[in-house]
C-alpha cells in the first residue's frame, strides 16, 4: 500500500505531518509518499531528526516535490482550478492515476471536497460527498456524517450519508454489532427548522424500510446530547 499524505495541508504542517509519518511507518505495512516542498520538507528533518533527507530517516518514506500551498482561507473552486502544483492537487491526482492507494490531507476541507469530487470523482450511486468524524461518547463511539457540514440536504443524500458510514463501520470495526442505530441532528435548535429536519428524517425513514436496510432506530437528536448518551453497544452513526 501506498499512502499519499499532503504534507503541507493543516495548521501544524508540515511539522505535524512529517513527525506523523516518521512515527507511523514501522507500525505500517505500507509506505509513504510525502507531497510538498521537498526544500522545506528537508530542512524541517534536519531540525527534527539531524539527516539531510526524509530517506535518511526511513527508506518507506520519499517526498513527491509540489511548489504551490493551498491555505487554509483559499477559496476552494478557485484553488483547485488554479493551484495546480498543489500539494492537495497533485495528490489527488497521483490518486486517481493509480499511484497511490488513499489520499490524507488536514488541509482546507472545502478544497478537499471540491477537489475529491472535481478530480477523482465520486462513486457510482453517491449524490454529494460527505466527511466523517470519530466522535468520542458514553461507552462507545460516534460517527459524524457529515461533519461538513451540507446544508438543505435532500432525503437521498442522508440516506447515502447513512450506507457510507455503514460501509466504513464494516471496515473499521472487528466485532460489528447490527442493527445500528442512526440518529438525525439538525444544525439549528430553532423550531421551524427542527420541525422541517424532522419531515426529512421522516422521508428518508421511508426509504430506508423500502430499501429493507437494517436500522433499529431512527430519530432526531441534538448532537450535544449524544456525547453524553448512554450508548448500548450498537454502532452510531449521527447525520448532521
Not at 76 to 93: C, E, Q, R, Y
Not at 145 to 152: E, K, Q, S
Amino acid at each position: 500500500m501506498v499512502i499519499l499524505l499532503d504534507a503541507m495541508g493543516g495548521d501544524n504542517a508540515p511539522d505535524a505531518t512529517i513527525k506523523g509519518a516518521v512515527r507511523a511507518i514501522n507500525q505500517i505495512d505500507a509506505e509513504i509518499l510525502l507531497i510538498g516542498d521537498k526544500d522545506i520538507i528537508n530542512s524541517k528533518v534536519k531540525e527534527f531528526y539531524k539527516k539531510d533527507d526524509i530517506s535518511d530517516v526511513s527508506p518507506k518514506i520519499k517526498i513527491h516535490h509540489t511548489t504551490e500551498t493551498i491555505e487554509m482561507e483559499d477559496t476552494p473552486t478557485l484553488a483547485i482550478k488554479h493551484k495546480k502544483d498543489s500539494s492537495m492537487v497533485v495528490g489527488f491526482n497521483l490518486l486517481k492515476e493509480g499511484k497511490g492507494d488513499v489520499f490524507i490531507s488536514a488541509g482546507n476541507s472545502g478544497a478537499l471536497l471540491t477537489g475529491a469530487t472535481l478530480l477523482v470523482g465520486r462513486i457510482k450511486g453517491v449524490d454529494r460527498p460527505a466527511l466523517a468524524g470519530i466522535l468520542p461518547a458514553y461507552k462507545s463511539r460516534l460517527v459524524l456524517m457529515d461533519c461538513g457540514a451540507n446544508t438543505n440536504c435532500k432525503p437521498t443524500n442522508l440516506l447515502q450519508f447513512a450506507q457510507m458510514a455503514r460501509v466504513w463501520w464494516l471496515f473499521d470495526s472487528e466485532q460489528i454489532t447490527f442493527p445500528m442505530r442512526i440518529h438525525g441532528s439538525c444544525m439549528k435548535e430553532e423550531e421551524p427548522q427542527e420541525l422541517f429536519f424532522n419531515q426529512y428524517l421522516h422521508s428518508l425513514y421511508q426509504v430506508l424500510i423500502t430499501m429493507l436496510i437494517s436500522v433499529w432506530m431512527m430519530e432526531s437528536t441534538h448532537l450535544k446530547d449524544l456525547i453524553h448518551m448512554e450508548m448500548d453497544g450498537r454502532q452510531e452513526v449521527v447525520i448532521l
